[in-house]
């Protein structure tokens, strides 16, 4: 069971709200203070990827498309139990989604595969598309927001989460390519003895070139124009009520705002 | 690893359930291991727990979640080194410590753990908070960065972070100030000093911490360090020698005892209160200073010291080391030993608990609310209390 899982490097911005600044381009973040990790998407997809490979035996392949500063994640991949890495050396902070498409399915169109695993979505510009994108130029089919996945002669079965925790039952020929929704698994941890470990791994760069490909030639089709952060407003709400009353309120507002 | 490879295969077996550790050493109560006060069932006992982790390692149970909070749940307090009749007592927390260890290196480990050690990789502490945060709890003090003066003043995650511990984190910076002493402190620059990450069994991220660390100190000409935290003073004290970093290291109430001998911090403006004193584990059991914070107590004029039922070696753990000041595996319940501490200090009379730990600190303070107690008794640092009795005396 051979398997593929596309990954990238995301800024932590988790606990730094207030150090996010518009960077001097004006379509990105300025990322000098903060930390860079692996996407969370991305984690749970490496770690259902890993552990098929350890239930039915095979290979699993790490691939990004990065500047050298990514290989942090691919070392990661490696240490939570993928067998190689890839990473094909180009700066992806400016490249529309279909361009990034492009040049994995050049690389992914040459190992063996059964499944294609992408995370559902990136923690930074969150398209969600990558995983169509590339599904579509393999001309294999594919399903998104996978929470459940089972193995079978020649098919995978897949769960999709839809609203309100409903879910959709679909039945796939293989090759098919997934992507993968958070909670689907119990990503493990990463010890740092394993990432140095990881070093004895095979960790491959290549560059466009060997790929046939050009930067020039291949042209966005969608271009980012401006990143703004939203303005912080004023806004109170007096709640009114008994203590318990406010209370029960107060917690309705945090649940629903996502805080809590 | 199979029982085989394990480092105490050779002992593991040998307890055999007396259950001394779980009490304190005056005999009075049973709930003085941590977790089982918490649980009251014997898997969350040391010997429990041990007979669990053996028949793990030996393949007669699985690996399951509850397997591995019983496994985290200890505070590491010693308290079962302790009691414990054997002759390898000495070993038994590094027994569980090891078991952990091979859990790291499953992956397997309890998500908050994960969480935990994630964000000490990542921001340098474990909350996850930016980096760039760790020294701004120094604002406005007129405390110096570390630039050769006699003393690293090192602050640890706790105090930079947390917000009560922060106070006491600048109330020491005030009293060195006050008394004069040269020191510094490394603000943003400083990083985890990896104690709990050690007790945690993340060896490798330990030993990359106190590499890193020891590199830094000595670049800096470091000889002397103040710690605030006594899981810092352990952590360089104890473990840093292993990676050849030897400094001399001092729990600021050693330092403190030092400056009021030596008449260089003038305290007669007293404080007036009954006062019960919380040994932290990680300066009490792990370190043997059971004397220099209650020197420090007994020199305050006004201060009534007095002791709790179970003290010094005896004293019960407040449930924060072990990273469950952060994990919580312990809290949740009136059982919890934070809020049975409190009980206990309120029943010596005291108005005031004094701390010499921040992760005690926030532990107590938080169980202080828990009880609804806040009327009856106050949580203070030692720091605290000689910053008060410094204060220049007011007209009357």
């Given at each position: 069971?051979?398997?593929?899982?596309?990954?990238?490097?995301?800024?932590?911005?988790?606990?730094?709200?207030?150090?996010?600044?518009?960077?001097?381009?004006?379509?990105?973040?300025?990322?000098?203070?903060?930390?860079?990790?692996?996407?969370?998407?991305?984690?749970?997809?490496?770690?259902?990827?890993?552990?098929?490979?350890?239930?039915?035996?095979?290979?699993?392949?790490?691939?990004?498309?990065?500047?050298?500063?990514?290989?942090?994640?691919?070392?990661?991949?490696?240490?939570?139990?993928?067998?190689?890495?890839?990473?094909?050396?180009?700066?992806?902070?400016?490249?529309?989604?279909?361009?990034?498409?492009?040049?994995?399915?050049?690389?992914?169109?040459?190992?063996?595969?059964?499944?294609?695993?992408?995370?559902?979505?990136?923690?930074?510009?969150?398209?969600?598309?990558?995983?169509?994108?590339?599904?579509?130029?393999?001309?294999?089919?594919?399903?998104?927001?996978?929470?459940?996945?089972?193995?079978?002669?020649?098919?995978?079965?897949?769960?999709?989460?839809?609203?309100?925790?409903?879910?959709?039952?679909?039945?796939?020929?293989?090759?098919?390519?997934?992507?993968?929704?958070?909670?689907?698994?119990?990503?493990?941890?990463?010890?740092?003895?394993?990432?140095?470990?990881?070093?004895?791994?095979?960790?491959?760069?290549?560059?466009?070139?060997?790929?046939?490909?050009?930067?020039?030639?291949?042209?966005?089709?969608?271009?980012?124009?401006?990143?703004?952060?939203?303005?912080?407003?004023?806004?109170?709400?007096?709640?009114?009520?008994?203590?318990?009353?406010?209370?029960?309120?107060?917690?309705?507002?945090?649940n629903d705002s996502g805080v809590i | 690893m199979a029982l085989a490879d394990y480092k105490y295969k050779d002992v593991i077996h040998r307890c055999f359930r007396c259950g001394y550790c779980k009490f304190p050493s005056n005999w009075m109560e049973v709930n003085n291991c941590p977790a089982y006060a918490r649980f009251r069932l014997e898997s969350y006992s040391t010997g429990g727990r041990l007979w669990l982790i053996r028949a793990w390692l030996n393949d007669e149970i699985e690996w399951t979640d509850h397997l591995a909070q019983i496994v985290y749940s200890c505070a590491a307090c010693k308290n079962c080194v302790e009691q414990c009749p054997y002759r390898f007592h000495d070993d038994i927390v590094d027994m569980i410590i090891a078991a952990r260890s091979e859990m790291v290196e499953r992956g397997s480990i309890p998500s908050v753990v994960k969480e935990f050690l994630e964000n000490i990789q990542r921001q340098g502490n474990p909350y996850g908070n930016a980096r760039s945060k760790r020294g701004e709890w120094v604002e406005g003090m007129g405390i110096k960065q570390y630039e050769g003066q006699e003393y690293l003043y090192y602050v640890g995650c706790v105090g930079s972070y947390d917000t009560r511990a922060k106070e006491t984190a600048r109330t020491l910076g005030e009293v060195l100030l006050k008394a004069g002493v040269s020191f510094g402190v490394m603000g943003n620059d400083e990083n985890c000093d990896g104690n709990e990450v050690s007790k945690l069994g993340e060896e490798s991220l330990f030993q990359s911490l106190a590499e890193d660390n020891i590199q830094q100190f000595k670049d800096l000409g470091v000889e002397k360090i103040v710690a605030l935290s006594p899981h810092s003073y352990n952590a360089i004290k104890n473990d840093y020698p292993m990676f050849n970093g030897s400094f001399e290291v001092f729990h600021y109430t050693q330092l403190l005892r030092d400056l009021i001998k030596g008449g260089r911090l003038d305290i007669s403006s007293g404080f007036d209160a009954r006062v019960t004193y919380h040994d932290p584990c990680f300066l009490g059991r792990w370190n043997k200073e059971y004397e220099a914070p209650r020197q420090v107590l007994n020199a305050i004029p006004g201060v009534e010291l007095v002791e709790m039922e179970r003290s010094r070696e005896g004293a019960l753990c407040c449930g924060g080391g072990g990273g469950n000041f952060y994990t919580d595996f312990l809290g949740g319940s009136e059982d919890s030993p934070a809020r049975i501490r409190i009980r206990e200090a309120c029943a010596t009379g005291a108005s005031i608990v004094a701390t010499a730990c921040p992760n005690c600190m926030t532990m107590l303070e938080d169980a202080v609310k828990a009880e609804g107690l806040e009327e009856s008794i106050k949580v203070k640092d030692i720091s605290e209390i000689v910053a008060e009795a410094c204060l220049a005396k007011r007209a009357d």
């Open positions: 069971m051979d398997i593929v899982v596309a990954i990238k490097q995301v800024p932590d911005t988790s606990e730094a709200v207030d150090v996010v600044e518009i960077d001097a381009s004006g379509r990105d973040i300025n990322k000098e203070a903060l930390v860079s990790k692996i996407n969370d998407w991305d984690e749970y997809a490496l770690e259902e990827a890993v552990q098929l490979k350890q239930k039915l035996g095979g290979t699993v392949t790490a691939v990004t498309v990065g500047a050298s500063e990514w290989d942090d994640i691919l070392r990661r991949a490696l240490a939570m139990g993928a067998d190689r890495a890839i990473r094909i050396d180009e700066d992806a902070a400016s490249m529309d989604s279909n361009t990034v498409a492009k040049i994995l399915t050049a690389v992914i169109i040459h190992l063996p595969y059964d499944l294609v695993i992408f995370g559902a979505q990136s923690e930074d510009f969150g398209s969600g598309q990558l995983g169509c994108m590339v599904a579509e130029m393999l001309d294999i089919p594919h399903a998104t927001l996978v929470v459940s996945l089972q193995m079978d002669e020649g098919e995978v079965r897949v769960s999709r989460e839809l609203e309100g925790g409903a879910l959709e039952l679909y039945t796939l020929k293989l090759p098919a390519l997934l992507t993968i929704q958070t909670g689907i698994n119990r990503p493990r941890y990463v010890s740092f003895a394993s990432i140095k470990k990881a070093r004895e791994k095979e960790l491959k760069v290549i560059s466009l070139n060997e790929l046939g490909l050009s930067r020039d030639a291949l042209t966005p089709l969608v271009i980012l124009e401006k990143l703004e952060l939203t303005p912080t407003g004023k806004k109170a709400e007096l709640i009114s009520g008994s203590a318990e009353e406010t209370a029960g309120k107060l917690a309705m507002i945090l | -």
